[in-house]
């Protein structure tokens, strides 16, 4: 079958057309080979048709214009040459460019997402017109997969907008929208999508009259008017900037910068050359490769229904009662409020239970633009909450989710009462981070209509909730649970049931070994670099503090119950709790805190506390700090897959990565194990053997190595 054209050309006027995609077969436009080369054809026919005032660009996709580039074909292409790619480059960049070379006026009608790829086809438009709603959002995210724009946009742009905001977007990576785009000077007007049509059309002939599209089309063409000292103070402070912000892990911010500092002076032909030899040296290497991993691994989560082999239809929410108004039980009713889900939330503390409200209040209320609570918006949020200590009001609720003490005594008992307050169809689910959800649901009458629902602390940052099925969970309930955490903006993992679900389990090991390595003589901030220079967000012993380490200790004992033969009680993190030091909860843990930035000192008060477990203090270097770290939490992960924990190796990856920092630029735990290949993590392991069995190869890892195979081939 011959495929569908993904374009459209009309003529609204006699001499205005309009060129129309429209990808029948996907919900988004991308830019592929094949796209390209339909426009290419659209330009020839426009070109000799001869006698036309103008262009408009559109999308057949309301509330989204082009999502940029198809990422699959730049997948495939990652081991082509520093020539090809610059062939690539120069191919898209001069089919963009000739809409800049027209005998008539061009113009993008841009309503909603454009992004990447389509951003550089509309800045070779003489104008930009942008929708004014929430979804019309505009920018170059390429840097988050390791790259930047190469066809023509990052030199484009600064011609338009300025160096500056240029260097802003393009490093940065964010999005604007259609009132910053105009205050930019990137779009001339954002009107209503309805209209924006027609606007084109009127700018079409306003520009037509005025011949400013002219001035402006000579003016882009040649080079920036910057002197060298601003263009030096501009590329210090940059650098500097983006320097803090990568940490050096991310090399095409600062590959972007030069390339755009470097060419202000040229005229936009050889601007563009630049750009597309900056492009190439960057393109394919094994950071980009990761990068572009971890969107696939979005995207497949995105797909993800959490069940297979059945098509469910998830039940509808609208309304969610929250138990529990602590730190958890407020993240979570504020996420709910947000997306426009009412909620009913109780306490057992009726002083707990007010300063959970302020607080939901205070955060649902929060305005960017003011920078606190906006008393209007609290108004309108404010019915969307109902504070109760009555379990008969759970009764219109869909979802009640469970956020109280980490106590399974206390928890089944609550469950017990409000169970028979609940509608027949609704859900209940807890939030726990370690109680096994089968051990929960023993005494409930309808253990299928139970799940763990598990967000991550602070629930507004943190993308992660974990859906956990118990033995008797329900496929329906499942992909509710799963529809659910979307809903709210989150990527949810489907789990199955056992001692510390995913994340958790993964990340006890490494914490662990932080602390042993530090009772063996590495010191903390030896052991503090070694994580951060692998790219972790905060060293183990800083985690430590901001977990907490009474909590540390809870965790650690349920991993022991589980796991004698390979997890190690800590005497250690037992003694700093009897000695009062919790962590940043209590002012002192690891470090000592004394400022209100909560920023960790070494404290000598530390030292009488840890003498006594001191071994023979052992000498090592970062690469064997680092070993030491990451080896538990790979083994552990092999584990996690032999006992089906999860039903990818992509999900342990997206987990890790969503819920504890693990660093993208290495595409997650799984794939940069693939990345060094099991053969070598075997000879890795083989000194450090000798720590027990926390530190030998799986039967997974073992043939693997033997085999070849990948974690990504399971």
Same mark, same amino acid.
């Given at each position: ?462 993308? #992660? !909730?974990?859906?956990? %099925?118990?033995? =008797?969970? /329900? ?10 955490? $979307? *809903? ?87 003694? #700093? !709790?009897?000695?009062? %030091?919790?962590? =940043?909860? /209590? ?10 930035? $909560? *920023? ?109 195979? $990948?974690?990504?081939?399971?």
């Amino acid at each position: 079958m011959a495929d569908r054209p993904i374009t459209r050309l009309s003529f609204v006027e006699d001499d205005i057309a309009v060129l129309t995609l429209d990808d029948p077969d996907k919900g988004v436009n991308v830019l592929s080979q094949h796209v390209l080369d339909e426009l290419a054809a659209r330009f020839d026919e426009l070109e000799k048709r001869g006698g036309l005032a103008g262009l408009v660009i559109r999308s057949g996709k309301p509330g989204s214009f082009i999502a940029g580039a198809d990422l699959r074909e730049f997948a495939a292409a990652t081991d082509v040459t520093h020539e090809d790619v610059v062939a690539l480059c120069t191919r898209g960049r001069k089919l963009f460019q000739r809409l800049s070379q027209c005998d008539f006026v061009t113009v993008a009608a841009i309503d909603g997402l454009c992004v990447g790829g389509g951003a550089e086809l509309t800045l070779w438009c003489d104008r930009r017109l942008m929708s004014d709603d929430d979804k019309a959002k505009y920018g170059f995210p390429e840097v988050k997969i390791g790259l930047f724009p190469g066809w023509g946009g990052a030199s484009r742009t600064q011609r338009i907008v300025g160096l500056s905001n240029a260097v802003e977007m393009v490093t940065a990576g964010e999005l604007i929208d259609g009132r910053e785009a105009v205050e930019m000077g990137l779009a001339t007007d954002a009107v209503p999508a309805e209209r924006i049509e027609q606007a084109a059309i009127d700018l079409i002939r306003d520009e037509q009259r005025s011949g400013a599209y002219l001035r402006d089309r000579e003016r882009w063409a040649g080079p920036l008017d910057i002197n060298e000292t601003e263009l030096g103070f501009l590329g210090a402070t940059a650098s500097a900037f983006i320097q803090q912000q990568t940490k050096g892990h991310y090399p095409a911010p600062l590959a972007a910068l030069e390339v755009m500092l470097g060419s202000a002076g040229l005229d936009i032909d050889a601007a563009c050359e630049m750009e597309a030899d900056g492009m190439a040296g960057v393109f394919g290497t094994p950071i980009s490769r990761a990068l572009i991993n971890v969107f696939f691994l979005t995207d497949r989560n995105k797909k993800d229904t959490g069940v297979e082999g059945r098509d469910i239809t998830p039940a509808k929410i609208s309304s969610v009662g929250v138990l529990g108004a602590g730190i958890m039980g407020a993240g979570i009713a504020s996420a709910n409020m947000r997306r426009g889900i009412r909620v009913t939330m109780t306490d057992a503390s009726q002083e707990a239970l007010a300063a959970g409200v302020r607080g939901i209040m205070e955060e649902v209320s929060y305005n960017k633009q003011i920078k606190g609570p906006d008393v209007k918006r609290a108004v309108e949020m404010a019915p969307m909450l109902n504070a109760t200590g009555a379990y008969e009001e759970f009764a219109g609720c869909d979802v009640v989710i469970e956020a109280i003490v980490e106590n399974p005594q206390i928890k089944t008992q609550v469950y017990a009462q409000l169970e028979s307050h609940l509608r027949d169809d609704a859900i209940l689910a807890s939030n726990t981070s370690t109680i096994p959800i089968t051990q929960l649901a023993a005494e409930l009458n309808h253990p299928e209509r139970f799940c763990g629902i598990h967000f991550f602390n602070p629930v507004r940052k943190m993308p #992660l !909730v974990e859906v956990i %099925r118990g033995e =008797q969970t /329900s496929d329906e309930t499942i992909a509710t649970a799963v529809a659910y955490a $979307k *809903r709210l903006g989150k990527s949810p993992i489907v789990v199955n049931d056992g001692p510390g679900f995913l994340v958790n389990r993964l990340l006890l090991p490494y914490m662990a070994e932080a602390a042993e390595l530090f009772l063996d003589g590495a010191p903390i901030r030896h052991i503090e670099k070694a994580a951060k220079a692998f790219g972790m967000p905060m060293g183990p012993i800083t985690l430590y503090d901001v977990v907490g380490l009474d909590t540390a200790v809870y965790a650690g004992k349920v991993m022991y119950e589980a796991f004698p033969d390979r997890v190690v009680p800590s005497m250690l993190l037992e003694n #700093l !709790v009897k000695a009062g %030091r919790l962590g =940043q909860k /209590s002012g002192a843990g690891f470090f000592v805190y004394k400022d209100k930035n $909560k *920023r960790g000192q070494p404290d000598p008060e530390l030292d009488p506390i840890v003498a006594p477990l001191l071994r023979e203090p052992q000498k090592f270097t970062i690469e064997q700090i680092t070993t030491r770290l990451f080896m538990p939490m790979l083994l552990e992960a092999t584990r996690v897959l032999e006992e089906k924990i999860v039903r990818d190796a992509r999900d342990v990856d997206l987990g890790l990565i969503f819920g504890i920092g693990f660093p993208p630029f290495k595409g997650g735990l799984m794939a940069w194990a693939d990345s060094l290949g099991a053969k070598q993590i075997v000879e890795q392991l083989k000194p450090i053997e000798v720590l027990g069995e926390r530190m030998r190869p799986t039967p997974m890892l073992l043939e693997m190595a033997a085999s070849g195979k $990948k974690f990504y081939d399971l």
